[in-house]
T-cell receptor
Framework: ETGVTQSPTHLIKTRGQQVTLRCSSQ?????VSWYQQALGQGPQFIFQYYREEENGRGNFPPRFSGLQFPNYSSELNVNALELDDSALYLC????????????FGPGTRLTVT | AQKVTQAQTEISVVEKEDVTLDCVYE???????LFWYKQPPSGELVFLIRRNSFDEQNEISGRYSWNFQKSTSSFNFTITASQVVDSAVYFC????????????FGKGTSLLVTP
């Protein structure tokens, strides 16, 4: 186990709703990244937070937003859910920004109906 | 632009066979990092290895070995004497500092090892 935890494990939402996913980083890790993994695909980078500031963003619309808290835990918020948002959402933490070894949590499976 | 190609979508082998998973990458950066991750059915991505672009030494870890060749932009992964527990989806990924070290994954290769 990596020490990265995510909640909830599974979630079912209706199109148009909003959702918040949570991630608790491995102890001492100040950088967290979020990825979206559609069925049968590789994970896609959503954004990264370093010391509570967004440090990079992939090709995702503004309705995907995030937060990192002083204890380095993080949230991913998605507004106006669409059917294509159904995916496994993975959180990864790393010891520091320049550390390439990202440790992943078990993910949250989001289903949008 | 960065790109990672894993041409093998699915591979099926019988236990104890050797198997090689291919990974080809594209990048314009001279400094970059390559990774392999394993994703078992539980869904959690397990880190296997990281290589930087300046280190072309092959690496062996138990039954796992990696062959990094910059000349062919490849970073292949070999499992020797495969076991049923090796069944998983394996992802190759690329990152560099210009993108904040975000991981750019391939589409993965699903490996099934049967008894």
């Amino acid at each position: 186990e990596t020490g990265v935890t995510q909640s909830p494990t599974h979630l079912i939402k209706t199109r148009g709703q909003q959702v918040t996913l949570r991630c608790s980083s491995q102890s001492g890790h100040n950088t967290v990244s979020w990825y979206q993994q559609a069925l049968g695909q590789g994970p896609q980078f959503i954004f990264q937070y370093y010391r509570e500031e967004e440090n990079g963003r992939g090709n995702f619309p503004p309705r995907f937003s995030g937060l990192q808290f002083p204890n380095y835990s993080s949230e991913l918020n998605v507004n106006a859910l669409e059917l294509d948002d159904s995916a496994l959402y993975l959180c990864a933490s790393s010891l520091r920004l320049a550390d390439n070894e990202q440790y992943f949590g078990p993910g949250t499976r989001l289903t949008v109906t | 632009a960065q790109k990672v190609t894993q041409a093998q979508t699915e591979i099926s082998v019988v236990e104890k066979e050797d198997v090689t998973l291919d990974c080809v990458y594209e990048t314009r950066d001279t400094t970059y990092y390559l990774f392999w991750y394993k994703q078992p059915p539980s869904g959690e991505l397990v880190f296997l290895i990281r290589r930087n672009s300046f280190d072309e030494q092959n690496e062996i870890s138990g039954r796992y070995s990696w062959n990094f060749q910059k000349s062919t932009s490849s970073f292949n992964f070999t499992i020797t004497a495969s076991q049923v527990v090796d069944s998983a989806v394996y992802f190759c990924a690329l990152s560099h500092s210009n993108s904040g070290y975000a991981l750019n994954f391939g589409k993965g290769t699903s490996l099934l090892v049967t008894p």
